[in-house]
């Protein structure tokens, strides 16, 4: 080939290239692809709860609401403390999707599902074992346990990890006179023991601050009792969470019942707070009781809320 013709093909393998490359830039409009090939760049599914949703006002028949745990990712198994009905709550829809009747009036106070089972507290000791039908009566047990109206009994969870329920005393515990016991209700024996798995303190200073009179002495830091309305244990720590109803106070123990830190809750929003479960993923769940002509309430925490 001479060097005039190696110049002209040069030539034409520029000028080549040069349309081809105008073609595709501003010429070729390429099909557009079917929803079948294109790949989602979210990370997962989308949350079945909006994440800025803090609060759900309750019907009238959860006006007195008092215990709350979660059956799956958006309803939630509710009781009232005057009626014997589980209600079983949509906080995606806020309605409540089916009523369970397993007993006639009384004081109901704590609320804990195992599995397909609920067990329902009342204040003077005794235990209800619910099994739901469907289309039918639920099949209910009772279990009188070694604690009386005295003893003023509310709070109930599961404890996974031992098989077992834990009840804690409000008022009077079985035993101490300065204490109030965390029992165990065993799941197999169906029996609760009278040696507590643990104590907490039955006061507690009001603050962790050293207060000083006008004279700069030290006063005296002022107590008051602790009076515990629900428990949860928070996944992950095995932390207690205890509620004090009539404080609106939040205590969170050790599995030794140690105080490891105290909150007091906004009273304009759960006035008398009954009630807490924990989410798959650790949000918090706190119901209260209404206020006079107000709605019973459920509010939402993040895990860190509280620390």
Known sequence: MSKKEAIWLSIIAVVFLGGFY???KYIFKPKPKQATEVRSTTTGPKPLLPEDKQEWKMPKELKEIS???FVDDVRMACIQDNDGFIFIYNL?????????EFAGK???EGLALVRNT???LRSD?????????????PHVKTYELPLKAENETESICFDSDNNRLLVAVKTKDLHESDKKGIYSFDLKTKQMSTTAVCYIDDKVSVDDTEEKNGKGKKKKKEKSEIKPSEIAIQPGTRDFFILDGPSARLFITDPKGNIISKYELDKNILPQPEGICFSKSG?????????????GII???APNAFK
């Open 92 to 100: 995606q829809s806020e309605t409540v999707d089916e009523t369970i």
């Open 118 to 120: 609920y067990f329902v």
């Open 299 to 301: 509010a939402k925490f």
């Open 67 to 69: 215990g709350n745990v």
């Open 22 to 24: 105008y073609y595709m």
């Open 106 to 108: 009384g004081d109901y």
């Open 125 to 137: 000791g005794m235990l209800y074992e619910v099994q739901p039908q469907k289309g039918k009566a």
């Open 283 to 295: 949000d918090i769940y706190i119901s209260s009781e209404a206020n006079k002509n107000k709605h």
